[in-house]
């Protein structure tokens, strides 16, 4: 099934989305908004979509999952594992933009998802989606140390034969999957931030708020 993109950008119109790659704020302006201005949001939930899928139609999908030779999964080529994250967001969607579509449109929602711009722009537009990136060093110093990202730490300390290298070769990925959304978005000409180690919470708070209007 296949929704047409001007219903959406009708029905969507309260929806604005903040793209981007890791450790560059999302989750943390995402808060922001949802504590200070009373947005609703939406979480990327893959476990709840996955029972619906099958590996035919959704191959991305069905990883990662407990039968995983975890030290393969872990090393898998960088340009492999980049792939994977890209394609399971855009089988992600098929199913977020129904959940987007149940919410209420009493108040506005606020979207944390990194994903190609291309395949969200024909219904969210550039006014209302910004690009948050920040340095290679940052999301290598960041990203598996995050908190809400420990049982990702946790599974490789377990179960892959170097988990120091392992985090290495981890964080090629999270860069260049960084990287290609950041590229895009600027060849697109959405608006991009760089999240610096001195800028503050409240400065790119107002920077977002800024773009969008509010």
Same mark, same amino acid.
């Given at each position: 099934m296949k929704i047409n993109n001007n219903y959406l950008k009708e029905q969507l119109k309260h929806v604005y989305w903040l793209n981007g790659g890791p450790c560059a704020g999302k989750t943390t302006m995402t808060k922001k908004f949802v504590e200070e201005l009373g947005f609703q949001t939406l979480g990327d939930d893959v476990l709840k979509y996955r029972p619906f899928t099958s590996p035919v139609e959704y191959p991305a999908l069905q990883f990662p999952n407990p039968d995983l030779d975890w030290n393969k999964w872990f090393n898998k080529p960088?340009? *492999?594992?980049? *792939?994977?994250l890209f394609q399971i967001v855009e089988e992600m969607m098929d199913f977020f933009i129904i959940d987007l579509l149940t919410m209420s449109n009493d108040?506005? @929602?606020i979207i944390d998802l990194g994903i190609m711009p291309e395949r969200i722009l024909p219904f969210i537009p550039e006014e209302r989606m910004i690009c948050?990136?920040?340095s290679d060093e940052e999301i290598e110093r960041l990203y598996y140390f995050r908190e809400d990202h420990k049982m990702i730490l946790d599974c490789i300390n377990a179960y892959t034969i170097n988990p120091e290298e392992t985090i290495k070769h981890g964080n090629k990925s999270m860069v260049k999957f960084s990287n290609e959304i950041k590229q895009a978005c600027t060849k697109m000409g959405i608006k991009t931030v *760089?999240? @610096?180690p001195s800028m503050s919470v409240e400065e790119q708070f107002r920077l977002v708020r800024e773009h969008f209007g509010l």
């Open positions: 960088v340009d *492999e594992h980049c *792939e994977w108040k506005p @929602i948050f990136y920040t *760089e999240r @610096i």
